[in-house]
C-alpha cells in the first residue's frame, strides 16, 4: 500500500504546480456485533448492537425506524466470513480501508476479538487503522459520569501499556501509513491528563520497537476543534460532533416528548464543507445518515433530510475539496461509518435503501466532478397534515426544561462528590 502524505510543507493547503489526487475513503467500523461477558452483565445475557436497534420504533410520523439489515442479516463479527464478505462488498463500491474502534481501559480490552481475527487473517484483505475510542462507557451511552459501566483511568504505566498493545497492529502490512508512519486516531484527547507527554511517550516507543515514526491524529469531536494544542500530527473531522445547525425539534410533532436534537442533512453538510480550521492539516469527514435514538432514545439527535443523493454529493464535495487543497498529495476522507446501526449511520445494506449508500460511494469516488446538488425534498417530519395537540405539546415542553433543570443540576453535583454519592444511593433506593 502507497503512503499518504499529511504534514509538513507536502500537507498545506493550496500547494501549487501538482496533480490532484483522489483521496482514499475510510469507514470507521464498530465491532460490538458479538456478545461479550461485560455486555452480559451490564445489560442482559446475549446483548450485541442488535438489541439497540431492533427495539428502535418511530418517534413522529415518516421516522425511518428501526433499520433493519438485508445483505448479511443479523451477522455476528465471531464469524470469520462475514468479515470477509463485508470486506468485498466494501471494496467492491470503493471503500479504501476500515477504521476500527479500540477499545482499551488501562489494559483491558473489550470487543476484540473480531479485530484480533482480522489480524491472524491473511484473506481479511483490507488495509486497516485504529481509532482509540478513550471514553467512559455507562448506562446512557453519553460517555459521561452517569452510571459508568467502565472507566478511562490514565494510570501512571497506561501511555506505555497502549502503545505496546498496538505494536502487532503496526507491524501488520495491511496497516494504513502516512507519510509512512503508522496512522492512529485518538477518539478524545481533550481527556489525556497531558496529551504532548503521553503522544511523546508513543513516539518514543515506537522508536525503539523498530516501528518508526507514527502519526498521531486528534478526532475533532466533543468542542475540540485543535489537534495542534495535543502535539498531534493532524485531526479528523467527526460529523456529527461540534454541532452547529438549528434545532428544529419544535417544529416536529413527536409522539412523546422528546428533549434531544433535530438537524438538517444539508444544513450539516454545508457547514462541514465551508469550515476553516486554525491548523489545517485536517481529514474531511461525512456521514450517510444519522439517528442514534435506538440508544438514546428521546434524547438523541435525529438528522433528517439524509437520503443516499445527499450523502453522496456531500462525499464527492470533499473529495473534491480535499483533491483542491492538497494538490499532488495522496489523502484520506473519512466516512462515519461502515456500520453504526444503532446510531442509523451505516453503509452496509438495509431493508429500505439496499444498496443505495453503497452505490453512492462508488458513483462519488468515480466521479466527484460530476454536477449534483442536495435534494429540496422536504422531510416527512415537516408535513403539512401533522397533528400538534395542546396536551403533547405542553408536555414536551415541561420535559426540556426539565431536561435543562436535571442538567444543570447534575453538573452543580460534580463539585460535591460526597453530595452526588448520596444522590445516587437515594436514587438507587438506598442500595
Request: charge should be neutral.
Amino acid at each position: 500500500m502507497s503512503d499518504t502524505t499529511a504534514s509538513g510543507e507536502a500537507g498545506r493547503p493550496g500547494s501549487s504546480g501538482l496533480t490532484p489526487c483522489p483521496p482514499r475513503l475510510l469507514a470507521f467500523y464498530l465491532t460490538q456485533f458479538h456478545p461479550i461477558p461485560e455486555n452480559d452483565k451490564w445489560w442482559g445475557k446475549g446483548f450485541t448492537e442488535w438489541t439497540n436497534v431492533t427495539k428502535a420504533k418511530p418517534l413522529f410520523e415518516g421516522h425511518y425506524q428501526p433499520h433493519l439489515p438485508s445483505d448479511f442479516g443479523f451477522y455476528d463479527l465471531r464469524v470469520r466470513a462475514t468479515r470477509q464478505d463485508q470486506i468485498r462488498v466494501a471494496r467492491e463500491y470503493g471503500i479504501d480501508g476500515f477504521c476500527y474502534h479500540y477499545y482499551w481501559f488501562s489494559g483491558t480490552r473489550l470487543l476484540n476479538q473480531p479485530l484480533d481475527d482480522m489480524l491472524a487473517d491473511p484473506a481479511s484483505d483490507m488495509p486497516f487503522c485504529l481509532c482509540w475510542a478513550n471514553e467512559n462507557w455507562t448506562r446512557r451511552w453519553d460517555a459521561a459520569e452517569h452510571e459508568i459501566l467502565i472507566a478511562q483511568r490514565y494510570l501512571p504505566d497506561d501511555d506505555l501499556n497502549f502503545i505496546r498493545s498496538l505494536i502487532p497492529f503496526f507491524s501488520d502490512p495491511r496497516y494504513i501509513r502516512v507519510d509512512g508512519a503508522p496512522f492512529l486516531i485518538v477518539y478524545r484527547p481533550q481527556h489525556l491528563p497531558d496529551a504532548r507527554k503521553t503522544a511523546a511517550v508513543w513516539r518514543d516507543h515506537c522508536r525503539t520497537a523498530g516501528i518508526g515514526e507514527i502519526h498521531i491524529c486528534a478526532a475533532l469531536t466533543h468542542g475540540n476543534l485543535d489537534y495542534a494544542q495535543f502535539g498531534f500530527d493532524s485531526g479528523v473531522e467527526f460529523p456529527p460532533h461540534n454541532l452547529q445547525s438549528r434545532n428544529v425539534a419544535r417544529n416536529i410533532a413527536f409522539h412523546e416528548p422528546f428533549g434531544g436534537y433535530a438537524v438538517e442533512y444539508r444544513e450539516i453538510a454545508q457547514a462541514y464543507l465551508g469550515r476553516q480550521y486554525r491548523d489545517a492539516n485536517v481529514f474531511k469527514g461525512v456521514f450517510p445518515a444519522w439517528d442514534n435514538t435506538p440508544r438514546t432514545g428521546n434524547r438523541g439527535v435525529i438528522v433528517l433530510g439524509s437520503s443516499p443523493e445527499n450523502y453522496e454529493h456531500w462525499l464527492a464535495q470533499a473529495i473534491q475539496k480535499t483533491m483542491q487543497d492538497f494538490p499532488g498529495r495522496e489523502r484520506l476522507v473519512f466516512i462515519n461509518a461502515w456500520n453504526e446501526w444503532a446510531e442509523g449511520c451505516h453503509l452496509e445494506p438495509d431493508r429500505k435503501f439496499q444498496r443505495r449508500y453503497l452505490e453512492a460511494t462508488l458513483s462519488a469516488r468515480n466521479d466527484p466532478a460530476r454536477a449534483r446538488g442536495f435534494s429540496e425534498t422536504p422531510d416527512p417530519a415537516f408535513s403539512n397534515d401533522a397533528q400538534r395537540r395542546l396536551l403533547a405539546d405542553l408536555r414536551a415542553v415541561l420535559a426540556y426544561h426539565a431536561y435543562l433543570l436535571l442538567g444543570r443540576l447534575s453538573g452543580w453535583l460534580k463539585g460535591y462528590p460526597r453530595l452526588r454519592r448520596f444522590v445516587r444511593w437515594v436514587l438507587n433506593g438506598g442500595r
